[in-house]
């Protein structure tokens, strides 16, 4: 199983500032790697695929960087709407995704 | 506009059973890549099963062989059966569609399913 680990847990951020997160795979999984939104109470949303795709509607703020086994989602000035969980998955293996633990986004 | 309503979950006891819906809209649901995603109470999200357009299927180990997902293409609704259901099962359980296997595209809202005696 590829195993995905995400850092930090907690990123405590400022409206306005950059927030990055990360998310290492237990081995390389090339560029098939997807990150989600998730709000408390909310299903995921999907927000970038390949690695660096942003999906269909998703600002431009958002964006993905990386391959092989280290990969960053970038927000590049936090909004009020995106103070949630961030999820990253891999899909190099599929059928069987596996998803990283979570990074919470708050307000600092 | 593509919607994803999930139905049948609950407080089942330990070892009994349940079946999950997934009415779909807006879309074919055997034209597309339908999953099952829980995620446990505080917890991460967990892939358990997909559905091929196909037919073919899979499962995660800890559910194969006691939960059996399938579709019907006349009511365009997936389904989930889960059998000898353990408290570990407790979860929200994610309705997923993908237009390839590789990631999720949408989202149902979820069904919570409590295993408990």
């Known amino acids: 199983e590829i195993v995905m680990t995400q850092s930090p847990a907690t990123l405590s951020v400022s409206p306005g500032e950059r927030a990055t997160l990360s998310c290492r795979a237990s081995?390389?999984?090339?560029?098939?790697l997807a990150w989600y939104q998730q709000k408390p109470g909310q299903a995921p949303r999907l927000l970038i695929y390949?690695?660096?795709t942003r999906a269909t509607g998703i600002p431009a703020r958002f964006s993905g960087s990386g391959s092989g086994i280290e990969f960053t989602l970038t927000i590049s000035s936090l909004q009020s709407e995106d103070f949630a969980v961030y999820y990253c998955?891999?899909?190099?293996?599929?059928?069987?995704?596996?998803f990283g633990q979570g990074t919470k986004v708050e307000i600092k | 506009e593509v919607q994803l309503v999930e139905s049948g979950g609950g407080l089942i006891q330990p070892g009994g059973s349940l079946r999950l819906s997934c009415a779909a809209s807006?879309?074919?649901?055997?034209?597309?890549?339908m999953s099952w995603v829980r995620q446990a109470p505080g917890k991460g999200l967990e892939w358990v099963s997909i559905?091929?357009?196909?037919?073919?299927?899979y499962y995660a180990d800890s559910v194969k062989g006691r939960f059996t997902i399938s579709r019907d293409n006349s009511k365009n609704t997936l389904y989930f059966q889960m059998n000898s259901l353990r408290a570990e099962d407790t979860a929200v359980y994610y309705c997923?569609?993908?237009?390839?296997?590789?990631?999720?595209?949408?989202w149902g809202q979820g069904t919570l399913v409590t295993v408990s005696s």
């Open positions: 807006g879309f074919t649901v055997s034209s597309t890549y």
């Open positions: 997923a569609m993908g237009y390839q296997p590789l990631h999720v595209n949408f």
């Open positions: 559905i091929y357009t196909d037919g073919t299927t």
């Open positions: 998955q891999q899909y190099n293996n599929w059928p069987r995704w596996t």
């Open positions: 081995q390389s999984i090339s560029s098939n």
């Open positions: 390949g690695a660096s």
